[in-house]
């Protein structure tokens, strides 16, 4: 299937059992073992909701979509706390306080797919519909995310997410390093809407 057909016409569907997932084959067996073994029995509970990104019929990735929340204090930026804190105008407001956050559990892209811009595609669709989430249905602020070391760079510099404040010297000196040695190290990452 051509990439620019695939980019103009995919969507979603909310996984069921009727989904065949047996040949979806992510560079990530722990993104390929949730999807076929964990995504539906977590939904079923609600605990996440995981949508299929198809194209035709066919199967092209997934993301699963929960709710989370993030403390206050790693927020990065000093000036948005003291905003959020005065707009909340609560005596309980401290440095723990949680913030509601919409957390993307997994997002994957069969390998067949990757390197043609699908994912990053597909991946600021999500993110336009969860900012329409939340200025027209649910409130929350931030979207949060772990990445693999592999795809940091994939969510901090193409959808402006930004890591913790004490993984700063880590990533600076060693990223290279990191996803030579543990492709699969995962970092907290988040995404201000309010940007």
Do not use: W
Not at 90 to 119: E, Q, T, W
Not at 145 to 162: G, I, N, Q
């Amino acid at each position: 299937m051509n990439a620019e057909y695939i980019k103009n016409n995919f969507y979603y569907e909310t996984l069921n059992e009727k989904h065949e997932l047996d040949n979806f084959n992510s560079i990530s067996e722990d993104l390929n073992e949730f999807l076929k073994e964990d995504a539906l029995k977590q939904q079923n509970e609600k605990l996440s909701l995981t949508k299929l990104i198809l194209c035709d019929g066919e199967l092209i990735g997934y993301v699963t979509l929960l709710t989370s929340q993030i403390e206050i204090k790693k927020i990065r930026e000093k000036y948005k706390i003291n905003i959020i804190k005065e707009k909340l105008s609560s005596k309980n407001v401290n440095n723990n306080y949680l913030l509601p956050c919409v957390l993307i559990g997994r997002f994957a892209i069969d390998k067949k797919y990757m390197g043609k811009h699908i994912g990053q595609k597909i991946f600021e669709s999500i993110m336009q519909n969860l900012k329409e989430l939340s200025e027209k249905q649910l409130g929350f602020r931030f979207i949060t995310l772990e990445s693999f070391a592999r795809a940091y760079t994939f969510y901090t510099d193409k959808h402006y997410f930004v890591n913790l404040t004490k993984d700063d010297e880590e990533i600076k000196k060693n990223l290279e390093k990191i996803i030579e040695k543990d492709p699969e190290r995962k970092f907290f990452l988040y995404h201000d809407l309010k940007i």
